[in-house]
């Protein structure tokens, strides 16, 4: 199993790994700061993901995207960091 996504959850965050959420006292930032920039990336204040763990984007409204996880997991990318996103995925949203 590996970790899918992460998402902030108070003074805590939830690391997303196969079907189970486990809780982890940390920001995401300080997280963020340790995991590997080539696998993942943060698409909203508040989530990473694991870049390998993506199977497609779907638009919702006004230049925001919806992340689809291959577990079937949803996570909402922002505007904020499109930019980023599109750079990683070389492709334009």
């Known amino acids: 199993m590996e970790l899918e996504c992460i998402e902030a959850a108070g003074m805590y965050v939830v690391l997303h790994i196969g079907e ?17 920039p080539r696998h993942f990336i943060r698409i909203h204040r508040s989530a990473i993901v694991n870049l390998a763990c993506v ?16 577990s079937g997991k949803r996570v909402r990318l922002s505007r904020t960091y499109r930019g980023p996103v599109e750079q990683r995925l070389r492709q334009s949203l």
């Open 55 to 70: 199977a497609h984007l779907e638009p919702i409204s006004h230049g925001e995207f919806e992340v689809v996880l291959k």
């Open 20 to 36: 189970k959420g486990v809780l982890y006292r940390s920001s995401l930032a300080d997280v963020e700061s340790k995991l590997d």
